[in-house]
């Protein structure tokens, strides 16, 4: 198979499975489940193929352009380091899918839950296996997102909530940094190609940008992996579904910023300010987490510290700078990754079976769950780094790099501090498997609901454990060739040699690691006493600093949004328009303030005067009837059908058709909007306010006028109108150039108009879906017709002429669409004069009796619409042509003749869709809610009489 | 009299009307306001490719494609797509509007419910009855 293919099929596959899931919704869990564990194996059968060459030496990559111009190319690459987070991000996933589809209750909302899982298993893959920095971007961002799906899983409850919304503010505003970081970064580099970058370390570091970029890529790093003092948001994590505790803090989340270093550790480690800043950052993390991991009560609040403390182990070994403490980062990671998310599965069994996660309630569980037991203390003793486990060598590898680092000047502060934090990781790892499965129960009920359970619920949790052992016992043969490999790609050079094995004689670091065993086994002997002394001491609280702070900045962001924006329609309407009539006087100014140009005027008839004083009388009453406003909508109309004449007599049929019938629709809904509101209110505005407002519009009506005159007594510069007219029939095969150019040359903002017209149609429908309810609902039913009406609601000539007259309104329109690419006519037209006829139904007939035979659904109709016309343009890509080219043909049929197709007619009966369906969307939504209202006023009227 | 000053002192009479309405504190006032201020700019639109009578712009196999026979297809396909936008707008404003009519139960723009120049006295005589 080609690597191109693979590749991308690679990190297509979650998102493909997430959609599915998403679209299945419905469907059984074992549905969800399926698809989800489908999607993981595939993409470790996929990965399986590529680790041979990987590990070989060969670097399966492959690339697409995607925005050039930016550098953002769409590159993946799967060196050993992608390839050994790929294959923990896959294999876990699969784990924890399996995991969660026994671990969720029934009812719950399995469908979201593995699309989200997906989703964000996509995003990793994606973080690990890009091969642009800025692509690496987006799917960093996208797990920001997507766990936040996760993490607020369960939206009932107010601390997923909270927590979902903390994770998203830090790792979201880290992500901010790193976009910075990685822009200078690219910047400096001169590329924002991965493998180029990583070639370029000694540019960057030489680079006066160096410390920037790195201090905002450092950020990125730290807080998405929870490294102090940005650690909070992980506790809070711990609300999600315990399956997504498992896979976003054991291999996954938290683990980006830990792969983000690793992957970057050529570029910029070495350097003494990195080494300052990651080494100590990472050393603070290690023994503050495993010191507030001693102390905690829950199960998952213990492992989201512990898990603090072993991220900040590995973020310190990565800001040694060595190979060697590289070499132990790597299998480090292998390590916490198969004994953490056993870990958290088995918390997740202890509370699926006993209700609890409260370690002071639990005991001597190894009686009633021996399985669960067997897993979970194996998985900590691993933690703890206790001889034969795979913990036991990475601790001391760690261990044995820490004499190297001199912090401060101080070389003693390193590897002390590493012997406490290692000290409390082996007090807390003892503590959790000491007190929740020996001794004796601490409480009966949750102790007698106790059992191990079922197969598929321990499976994961047991594999994952077997892996944490062998990872001890035969650690060559499992992982030697991978972690040299990875190390080779992290450092950027071969390897150093190295031995993985539980002996080495007796050194530094096993002195050191003993230490730390003997002072953890002192610590859970003294555990009770120091627990007094620890709740005693008065400590922070991360959240309500959080909250504070947020609150903080909400605060002054609304006093600094007030203090810049007046939220006075009014009053930034008058501002507006006068710093535009400004604008106008400094533009006539400059151009020399000649206000005649050359060009010869057209004489004008008669009749265009007479619809000139018309214009003008019907702009005169429209301000000064304003209250009247069903006047006002007359004249109205007739400014309307002025300016429709105009573009008719002006060589601009298709403008004159547009405009009237807009104009027809247009009266519709302000004539149905004006129903509900109040016809003629008060006046509001005192008699200076409208000398200021008549002086400030007169200018402007001068302003515009004069330039519109010195615009049309001037001659127009060169003009693209020659291209249009001379390409349009042979390239666009229509006659109708104004057609052409909406369905063709300028389709695309044609399509982008129709969208927006969709979603005001959407827009409108929301808005008025929701009228039924709170205070607009009870407005609406206390609604009272303030007119006299016809007694007769619907006249029996209006209906049967508006029945006659419907068929005849839909053939014009079918006329006007067909002809419209030759002709004046087309979509846009067409589908206002079709909704003038169903809408005269309306009118005619009420609307319970249109609604009943109506056949379509306007929604559909919408999207059909702007489906139909994106398709039509992705079609032509197909043909090797550019988006939304189009393309003719000409046909011909017995009786009808030679005839022409363009595909710029499937387009148009996109646009013919789409305002169709967005006009009568919100002209029927408006009628049904008047309509209501009417009823409503008319039972109460007659249960008063 | 020429087409270019009726064109032009349309457009202006138009500006005029709309600015006025739309600084009006009622919402149909302002709707009213901002559909003269559209008719206004549609015709400028429009106007800029130069007022031409009699020369649609429909290809003719007799004229062939020179530019001189007739007028400039392009702002009419700019003003086409803008008069439709606009119907958009124009819908949304007057569904936003009565919406917050319907939550507030005041048309004002600024959702006040008191009048916004109460302290100058509602002088005028013509308040509803």
Known sequence: MAYPLTLLMLVALPFVAALAIALLHNAARAVHSGIAAGASALGLVLLALLAGPVLGGAVPSASWSWVPALGLDLTLMVDPLGLMFAGLILGIGLLVVIFGHFYLYTGEATGRFFASLMLFQGAMLGIVIAGNVLLLLVFWELTSLSSFLLIGFWQHKAEARQGARMALAVTGGGGLALIGGMVLLGVVAGSFDLATILERGDIVRASPLYPAALGLILLGCFTKSAQFPFHFWLPHAMAAPTPVSAYLHSATMV?????????????????????????????????????????????????????????????????????????????????????????????????????????????????????????????????????????????????????????????????????????????????????????????????????????????APALLTVLAVLLGLIPMTLAAPMVGAVTGAVIGAPAPEFDLALWHGVNLALILSAIAVAGGVLLLWRHAGLLALWERAPLPDAKRIFTRTMGFADKWVRKALVATHTPSLQNMLLASFAVIAALVIEGA????????????????????????????????????????????????????????????????????????????????????????????????????????????????????????????????????????????????????????????????????????????????????ETTAVGEAGRRLRGWRSDMSHSPERHPI????????????????????????????????????????????????????????????????????????????????????????????????????????????????????????????????????????????????????? | MTYEFLMASAIGVLVAGGVYLALRARTFQVVLGLTLISYAVHLFLFASGRLVLDRPPIWDAVQGGALAEYTDPLPQALVLTAIVITFGMTAFVVILALRSFLETGSDHVDGDTVPCDSQDGMADGDAQP
């Open chain 1, 797 to 945: 000539m209006l209906v049967m002429a508006s029945r006659i007259i419907l068929p005849l309104t839909l053939t014009v329109g079918i006329y006007l669409f067909l002809r419209g690419h030759n002709q004046p006519g087309g979509g846009f037209i067409a589908a206002l004069v079709v909704a003038v006829a169903f809408l005269v139904q309306y009118l005619a007939a009420g609307f319970d009796w249109s609604d009943k035979r109506r056949r379509f659904g306007e929604h559909r109709l919408i999207a059909w619409g702007v489906l139909v016309a994106m398709a039509t343009g992705l079609g032509s890509l197909a043909f090797g042509a550019n988006f939304l080219t189009s393309t003719f043909e000409y046909f011909s049929l017995p009786l009808i003749g030679k005839f022409e197709l363009a595909s710029a007619m499937a387009f148009d009966t996109g646009v013919f869709l789409t305002v169709f369906g967005a006009v009568m969307l919100a002209l029927a939504q408006l009628s049904h809610i008047a309509q209501r209202a009417a009823r409503a006023a008319t039972s109460q009227e007659d249960t008063a009489l």
């Open chain 1, 255 to 459: 683990k980006a910023g830990v792969f983000l270093l690793a992957r970057l550790w050529p570029v910029l480690a070495g350097t003494e300010l990195y080494t300052g800043i990651v080494s100590s950052v990472g050393l603070v993390t290690m023994v503050f987490g495993a010191g507030v991991a001693l102390f905690r009560h829950d199960l998952k609040s213990i492992l989201a510290y512990s898990t603090i403390s072993q991220l900040g182990l590995l973020v310190m070994l990565l800001g040694f700078s060595l190979e060697a403490a590289a070499l132990a980062a790597v299998f480090h990671i292998l390590n916490h990754a198969a004994f953490k998310a056993a870990l958290f599965m088995s918390a997740g069994i202890v509370e699926h079976e006993t209700g609890t996660r409260d370690i002071r309630r639990l005991g001597g569980l190894a009686k009633a769950m021996p399985i669960t037991a067997l897993v979970a203390t194996l998985a900590a003793a691993s933690m703890a780094g206790l001889p034969p486990l795979g913990g036991f060598i990475s601790k001391e590898m760690m261990l044995y790099e820490t004499p190297e680092v001199v912090l401060f000047g101080l070389p003693w502060l390193v590897p002390v501090l590493a012997t406490v934090g290692a000290t409390f990781s082996v007090g807390y790892s003892l503590r959790l498997a000491w007190h929740l499965f020996f001794g004796r129960p601490r409480e009966v009920e949750p102790f007698k609901r106790a059992h191990d359970p079922g197969f598929g619920m321990w499976a």
């Open chain 1, 589 to 768: 100014m400059t151009g020399g303030g000649v206000l005649t140009g050359s060009r010869p005027g057209l004489p004008a008839s008669i009749p265009a005067i007479v619809a000139w004083t018309l214009l003008i009388a019907a702009t005169a009453a429209v301000v000064n009837d304003s209250r009247n406003r069903f006047r006002v909508l007359i004249y109205i109309s007739v400014i309307g059908l002025v300016v429709s004449l105009a573009f008719a007599q002006l060589s601009a049929p298709d403008l004159a058709l547009t405009q009237i019938s807009v104009e027809v629709v247009t009266i519709l809904l302000l004539l149905l909007a004006l129903n509900l509101l109040p016809k003629s209110p008060p006046l509001l505005s005192s008699a200076p306010r409208k000398w200021r407002d008549g002086a400030l519009a007169i200018s402007g009506g001068v302003l515009v006028g004069g330039l519109a005159w010195a615009m049309l007594t001037r001659d127009p510069g060169p003009s693209i109108a020659a291209y249009h007219l001379a390409n349009a029939k042979s390239g666009g095969g229509g006659t109708n150039v104004v057609n052409v150019i909406l369905v063709d040359f300028r389709a695309f903002d044609t399509l982008g108009e129709i969208i927006v017209l969709g979603i005001a149609g959407l827009g409108i429908f929301a808005l008025l």
